[in-house]
Nanobody, 120 residues
């Protein structure tokens, strides 16, 4: 019912920047929380950052002020600006959204993931 499509991943050198985008579409009545998670090879998926509909944010400790999450509620889109990237940031980044659909039920959806590789 609700689809998420990520974009913006790629290859970047250490210290570089990338901006990820994730657009939600479908029978959306309201999106409450949106967030970014990541999964490196051989590791579990972990939280990167979340943002609520009112704008409050939460970040993983490893972000250390390097990443900024934001959202455009009118476009049902969430962004992740990543600066000062490190090789250990290399992972597949997944978008997540949770809310209410037009029919009244709740949804929680994942995107397909976008690869971020930080390497010289």
């Amino acid at each position: 019912q609700v689809q998420l499509v990520e974009s913006g991943g790629g290859l970047v050198q250490p210290g570089g920047s990338l901006r990820l985008s994730c657009a939600a579409s479908g029978s959306i009545f309201r999106i409450n929380a949106m967030g970014w998670y990541r999964q490196a090879p051989g590791k579990q998926r972990e939280l990167v950052a979340t943002i609520q509909s009112g704008g409050s944010t939460n970040y993983a400790d490893f972000v250390q002020g390097r990443f900024t999450i934001s959202r455009d509620n009118a476009k049902n889109t969430v962004y992740l600006q990543m600066n000062s990237l490190k090789p250990e940031d290399t992972a597949v980044y997944y978008c997540n959204a949770a809310g209410v659909v037009v029919a009244g039920g709740r949804f929680a959806s994942w995107g397909q993931g976008t690869q971020v590789t930080v390497s010289s």
